[in-house]
């Protein structure tokens, strides 16, 4: 049996395919929790979990705030505009002060790609990503995963549609690494402008054609189409990307019996999917929120642990 | 003060020379270059076991002043220089101000005068405050006593605008130096585009961007009829350009900077801000493209591209982190390990592509160690092994994306205009 050695949690692409498997064992035996009557057991108690959101977020933020509640920490939420850090203190140094208030874990959401690893190589504490720039969105992938392999078994050998803005968007990133790590066999679907440039080599198969991609595949997961973006010269109209990649009742008729669908939210409806989908009996969107809280108190319970055990000389 | 340089393997292109001699320095200039002279010297170096070569030439150097003190100062800057075995350097022109008049370029040479420890050449911008809107007083900037044109940092975007430079130039006798990047294509990118900018969810640049705009600049200075220089080439077709160009009689030369051999885009994986530069670290098909071309010699000169930042614009968020890395004190050691051990390039071929070429693009008289000649002399233990590290850098920013590497060719003793500047 293998253990947990490292302080932070930065993306998929870090992990060997053991620890994957070990985050998603541990957050089986944490999602039995959420359903009892007093939903709190006392792993990280006396521990404090600081979410540090540069980028609004409510459900990523929420998530992690009851998972570490429900493993009996004290959580500190900062947001952007309430903190020092609208006055111009660098991410370095505001992670430095939350180290210096003793917090034991920084759970950090940021626009720029990499923000986590620069603030987990800055800090002894423990650093888990909650989603930077077009990056990785570490949890996000676990939990999607971890909603998988309940529904269907296993993860080896199945076939893992991701469509949407595959270019901008850090869960595609986590989710390629996660799947294939665990011998999933994976397609990004897009149109052309928003393929990143050389995708085949995370190993995957990219195409722009939603049929095919849908076709034979065991699952589909529906990124949110940021419109709102600037990078959207590359984006195509509202409409025109509903008809030729929104995940519609008609095209999963034609895709295999009881494929299933998930979105990451907040769904966009009528753009990436129709409502009938998103509530559909394919849907399996509100228990990857469920899902979500086990994932992270796993996630919180394994860096926390492994803090605990570098700070003794245990581990390097 | 006559200084007697003893058993050093000289290694001198302009004069075809590679063998065992001694160099006599006196009163600032190359004495007496011979097998064995016996002389009474005011000092002598023994430099058996060493080589001996002309002070490198970089033509291609930020030294911040005036303006960015913080980043760098002509004083700092030389002394780095002096320390990596550069005894002249072309000083880039996006200071603040700009040296795009007479008065700005006036405030320099002061500066230059006051501080430098090596020579200092000074490159006048094309356009005004390097805008890309209205050009320089060409002539007048030529008069002042700089000794090239370049908006380095950015590229004059306007076709017509950039002809009429080099057009000006041509007339003034002045050499341009482009720094080619279509910003239209390279927009809002911070590293190479590929798999590693997918992989890290960062903007990507082309090889495009580069290239194309090479292609334009050698377009039009092949009209005008007017030599023109590529800085800081980094891929594969931008050298294809340039190898096209020369074989069809277009006066063109390049420069490639060390960073650009020794590392690929992989060196990004662990959003390394010392490793963000422009144009990007590449891919390793550019890599071994920039080094063939060293080899085929259609890449002339080596220069560091020389970009000092302070930590409080490098120890940020990656996107947010300032373009380019310092170059002055590795240059040497990296191109021995890179270049030299792997037979890319031979002693002789790249003291001339780091000292004789550049000192021919540039017309001026640097580069040899002729009789007469300057006395600009390095002195290196060309098989010492070492370990670069940040508390040894002397220049004022410590933004090296080489710290930590193991390198190979100490500098001992830098000489210039006949004064040790440095010694080991």
Same mark, same amino acid.
């Given at each position: 049996?293998?253990?947990?050695?490292?302080?932070?949690?930065?993306?998929?692409?870090?992990?060997?395919?053991?620890?994957?498997?070990?985050?998603?064992?541990?957050?089986?035996?944490?999602?039995?929790? +959420?359903?009892?009557?007093?939903?709190?057991?006392?792993?990280?108690?006396?521990?404090?979990?600081?979410?540090?959101?540069?980028?609004?977020?409510?459900?990523? /933020?929420?998530?992690?705030?009851?998972?570490?509640?429900?493993?009996?920490?004290?959580?500190?939420?900062?947001?952007?505009?309430?903190?020092?850090?609208?006055?111009?203190?660098?991410?370095?140094?505001?992670?430095?002060?939350?180290?210096?208030?003793?917090?034991?874990?920084?759970?950090?959401?940021?626009?720029?790609?990499?923000?986590?690893?620069?603030?987990?190589?800055?800090?002894?504490? +423990?650093?888990?990503?909650?989603?930077?720039?077009?990056?990785?969105?570490?949890?996000?992938?676990?939990?999607?995963?971890?909603?998988?392999?309940?529904?269907?078994? &296993?993860?080896?050998?199945?076939?893992?549609?991701?469509?949407?803005?595959?270019?901008?968007?850090?869960?595609?990133?986590?989710?390629? @690494?996660?799947?294939? &790590?665990?011998?999933?066999?994976?397609?990004?679907?897009?149109?052309?402008?928003?393929?990143?440039?050389?995708?085949?080599?995370?190993?995957?198969?990219?195409?722009?054609?939603?049929?095919?991609?849908?076709?034979?595949?065991?699952?589909?997961?529906?990124?949110?189409?940021?419109?709102?973006?600037? =990078?959207?010269?590359?984006?195509?109209?509202?409409?025109?990307?509903? &008809?030729? *990649?929104?995940?519609? =009742?008609?095209?999963?008729?034609?895709?295999?019996?009881?494929?299933?669908?998930?979105?990451?939210?907040?769904?966009?409806?009528?753009?990436?999917?129709?409502?009938?989908?998103?509530?559909?009996?394919?849907?399996?969107?509100?228990?990857?929120?469920?899902?979500?809280?086990? #994932?992270?108190?796993?996630?919180? *319970?394994?860096?926390?642990?492994?803090?605990?055990?570098?700070?003794?000389?245990?581990?390097? | 003060?006559?200084?007697?340089?003893?058993?050093?393997?000289? #290694?001198?292109?302009?004069?075809?020379?590679?063998?065992?001699?001694?160099?006599?320095?006196?009163?600032?200039?190359?004495?007496?270059?011979?097998?064995?002279?016996?002389?009474?010297?005011?000092?002598?170096?023994?430099?058996?076991? %060493?080589?001996?070569?002309?002070?490198?030439?970089?033509?291609?150097?930020?030294?911040?002043?005036?303006?960015? =003190?913080?980043?760098?100062?002509?004083?700092?800057?030389?002394?780095?220089?002096?320390?990596?075995?550069?005894?002249?350097?072309?000083?880039?022109?996006?200071?603040?101000?700009?040296?795009?008049?007479?008065?700005?370029?006036?405030?320099?040479?002061?500066?230059?005068?006051?501080?430098?420890?090596?020579?200092?050449?000074?490159?006048?911008?094309?356009?005004?405050?390097?805008?890309?809107? $209205?050009?320089?007083?060409?002539?007048?900037?030529? !008069?002042?006593?700089?000794?090239?044109?370049?908006?380095?940092?950015?590229?004059?975007?306007?076709?017509?605008?950039?002809?009429?430079?080099?057009?000006?130039?041509?007339?003034?006798?002045?050499?341009?130096?482009?720094?080619?990047?279509?910003?239209?294509?390279?927009?809002?990118?911070?590293?190479?585009?590929?798999?590693?900018?997918?992989?890290?969810?960062? /903007?990507?640049?082309?090889?495009?961007?580069?290239?194309?705009?090479?292609?334009?600049?050698?377009?039009?200075?092949?009209?005008?009829?007017?030599?023109?220089?590529?800085?800081?080439?980094?891929?594969?077709?931008?050298?294809?350009?340039?190898?096209?160009?020369?074989?069809?009689?277009?006066?063109?030369?390049?420069?490639?900077?060390?960073?650009?051999?020794?590392?690929?885009?992989?060196?990004?994986?662990?959003?390394?801000?010392?490793?963000?530069?422009?144009?990007?670290?590449?891919?390793?098909?550019?890599?071994?493209?920039? %080094?063939?071309?060293?080899?085929?010699?259609?890449?002339?000169?080596?220069?560091?591209?020389?970009?000092?930042?302070? $930590?409080?614009?490098?120890?940020?968020?990656? =996107?947010?982190?300032?373009?380019?890395?310092?170059?002055?004190?590795?240059?040497?050691?990296?191109?021995?390990?890179?270049?030299?051990?792997?037979?890319?390039?031979? @002693?002789?071929? *790249?003291?001339?592509?780091?000292?004789?070429?550049?000192?021919?693009?540039?017309?001026?008289?640097?580069?040899?160690?002729?009789?007469?000649?300057?006395?600009?002399?390095?002195?290196?233990?060309?098989?010492?092994?070492?370990?670069?590290?940040? !508390?040894?850098?002397?220049?004022?920013?410590?933004?090296?994306?080489?710290?930590?590497?193991?390198?190979?060719?100490?500098?001992?003793?830098?000489?210039?205009?006949? !004064?040790?500047?440095?010694?080991?």
């Amino acid at each position: 049996m293998m253990f947990w050695s490292k302080k932070d949690l930065l993306g998929l692409e870090y992990l060997t395919q053991e620890e994957i498997l070990l985050i998603l064992d541990t957050a089986e035996s944490f999602k039995e929790v +959420s359903s009892r009557e007093i939903k709190k057991v006392p792993a990280l108690r006396g521990k404090t979990a600081v979410n540090l959101f540069y980028e609004p977020s409510t459900r990523t /933020r929420i998530s992690f705030e009851v998972a570490a509640k429900r493993l009996s920490a004290d959580v500190i939420n900062i947001a952007t505009d309430t903190s020092s850090v609208r006055k111009g203190e660098t991410l370095i140094d505001t992670g430095k002060n939350i180290q210096a208030l003793k917090a034991d874990i920084v759970i950090v959401r940021h626009s720029c790609s990499g923000a986590a690893n620069m603030l987990a190589r800055a800090l002894d504490i +423990s650093v888990v990503n909650a989603g930077d720039g077009w990056h990785e969105h570490p949890t996000q992938a676990l939990l999607d995963i971890f909603t998988l392999r309940e529904k269907l078994g &296993k993860i080896a050998g199945l076939k893992v549609t991701i469509v949407g803005d595959i270019a901008h968007s850090r869960v595609a990133r986590s989710n390629i @690494w996660g799947l294939t &790590k665990l011998g999933a066999s994976v397609t990004v679907c897009a149109p052309e402008l928003l393929l990143p440039a050389e995708i085949e080599k995370m190993k995957v198969k990219a195409t722009s054609d939603i049929d095919k991609a849908l076709k034979d595949a065991d699952a589909v997961n529906v990124l949110r189409m940021q419109f709102e973006r600037d =990078e959207n010269a590359a984006f195509p109209e509202q409409l025109d990307y509903y &008809k030729k *990649f929104g995940i519609t =009742e008609e095209r999963l008729d034609r895709a295999q019996k009881g494929i299933i669908v998930m979105h990451p939210g907040p769904i966009n409806r009528g753009i990436e999917m129709s409502s009938g989908v998103a509530d559909g009996e394919n849907s399996v969107i509100l228990e990857q929120v469920t899902n979500g809280i086990a #994932v992270r108190m796993a996630v919180l *319970f394994l860096v926390a642990q492994a803090r605990e055990k570098i700070k003794n000389g245990d581990i390097d | 003060m006559a200084i007697l340089i003893k058993g050093g393997r000289v #290694v001198d292109p302009a004069n075809k020379i590679d063998a065992p001699m001694d160099i006599l320095v006196d009163d600032g200039k190359i004495s007496r270059v011979a097998a064995n002279i016996d002389i009474q010297a005011d000092s002598v170096i023994d430099a058996s076991g %060493k080589i001996v070569a002309p002070g490198m030439v970089d033509m291609h150097v930020h030294l911040r002043e005036p303006g960015r =003190e913080d980043k760098e100062t002509v004083a700092t800057g030389t002394h780095a220089a002096a320390k990596g075995g550069v005894t002249s350097v072309l000083a880039m022109p996006n200071t603040i101000p700009a040296m795009d008049c007479p008065e700005h370029v006036g405030l320099l040479k002061e500066i230059i005068k006051r501080t430098a420890k090596i020579n200092v050449f000074i490159c006048g911008t094309i356009t005004q405050d390097r805008l890309g809107k $209205e050009l320089s007083g060409i002539e007048e900037l030529k !008069k002042s006593g700089v000794c090239a044109l370049s908006d380095d940092g950015d590229s004059v975007d306007d076709d017509k605008l950039m002809f009429r430079a080099l057009e000006e130039a041509g007339r003034a006798g002045i050499l341009t130096i482009c720094h080619c990047e279509d910003k239209a294509l390279s927009g809002k990118g911070v590293i190479n585009l590929g798999f590693n900018s997918t992989r890290l969810g960062l /903007r990507g640049i082309s090889n495009e961007s580069e290239y194309k705009r090479i292609a334009r600049d050698i377009d039009l200075a092949g009209k005008a009829g007017v030599p023109v220089h590529i800085a800081h080439v980094s891929c594969r077709q931008s050298i294809e350009i340039i190898a096209e160009a020369k074989k069809k009689g277009i006066r063109v030369t390049c420069e490639t900077a060390p960073h650009y051999f020794s590392f690929t885009d992989e060196a990004l994986l662990g959003y390394d801000t010392n490793m963000k530069m422009n144009p990007p670290l590449r891919s390793p098909e550019d890599l071994k493209a920039v %080094k063939k071309g060293l080899k085929d010699g259609i890449i002339d000169a080596i220069a560091s591209d020389h970009a000092p930042h302070t $930590e409080n614009e490098k120890d940020i968020e990656f =996107e947010r982190a300032a373009f380019g890395k310092i170059g002055l004190e590795s240059g040497l050691a990296v191109s021995v390990v890179e270049l030299i051990d792997q037979s890319v390039l031979t @002693w002789p071929e *790249f003291i001339q592509k780091a000292a004789l070429n550049p000192s021919r693009i540039l017309g001026i008289n640097k580069g040899t160690l002729s009789v007469g000649a300057d006395a600009d002399i390095m002195i290196v233990d060309a098989g010492k092994e070492f370990v670069l590290e940040k !508390k040894n850098i002397v220049s004022k920013s410590k933004n090296s994306p080489f710290i930590g590497r193991k390198v190979k060719g100490l500098v001992e003793h830098t000489i210039c205009n006949g !004064k040790l500047v440095f010694k080991a």
